[in-house]
């Protein structure tokens, strides 16, 4: 019987110095039979300096690969105005080491601002062997060869691998895994959106299953409100529309 473990973060940091914050989201790796299953929502919330969220917006990234270790993150969408995305896009490198490895230089970069809001997921073949670490910037990494690791704690995923009694396969593991996430999103609005699914082969590429990760070349978090007014990306309000504009005018005036 494989081994599962859960690693339960927080959700939101602060994104720029007006106050505003932009982050939530659910991850997820599961080791398999036949590889790897990294998947994600894509909902990124809006909140006020006293945490309060007043929109959101779907289809943002929380996946990185190149070609060795995947990176999930949770909990950061942007570094000081910077969408993480981005930061990524610039610093390649960091996709670079190895998956018991990648996180901390990850960390490195954080500001310390966002120390206690954030969760990271690795997912990759360490001497061959399929394994998962997590960590937060305050906690100690921890890694595995079995079993997986969530953002978010989902008695239904943990049910579905109990019932199975053996190691999914990733066909098992994406739909799993993407049923837990959609759940998840119907009782908070912070997740929701399209959900990503990557699946990590030992000697192969990473494959995308669904909705691959990306960012449309924005840099920060401005651009992502400056295509929504201009009507080519929706941010959701979650009161009134006036509500939600005097919000985005505030964090990025036009």
Known sequence: MPRFLISIALLFIAGQETGYR??????????????????????????????????????????Y?????????????????????????????????????????????????????VAMISAGFADGTPTICAKSPILPQSCTSSGYFTSKNSPTLRETFTKLGRIPKTNEAAAALKAAIEEYSRTDPTVGGPVSILKLTKGAPAQWLAN?????????????????????????????????????????PK
């Open 212 to 252: 691959p990760a990306t960012d449309n070349g924005w840099t920060r978090v401005c651009d992502v409100v400056g295509e929504h007014r201009r009507g080519r990306v929706r941010i959701v309000p979650l009161g009134t529309q006036q509500e939600l504009d005097l919000h985005l005018n505030a964090a990025c």
């Open 22 to 63: 932009f982050g939530g989201t659910f991850i997820g790796a599961i080791i398999c039979e036949d590889g790897i299953i990294v998947a994600s929502d894509s909902r990124t919330t809006f909140m006020d300096g006293s945490g309060r969220a007043f929109g959101y917006v779907d289809g943002m990234p929380k996946i």
């Open 65 to 117: 690969v190149q070609g060795g270790p995947a990176v999930a993150m949770s909990g950061l969408t942007s570094m000081e105005g910077e969408l993480f995305s981005s930061f990524v896009r610039r610093n390649g490198y960091l996709l670079e080491r190895p998956v018991d490895e990648i996180l901390f230089g990850f960390l490195v970069w954080l500001p310390l601002a966002n120390s206690n809001g």
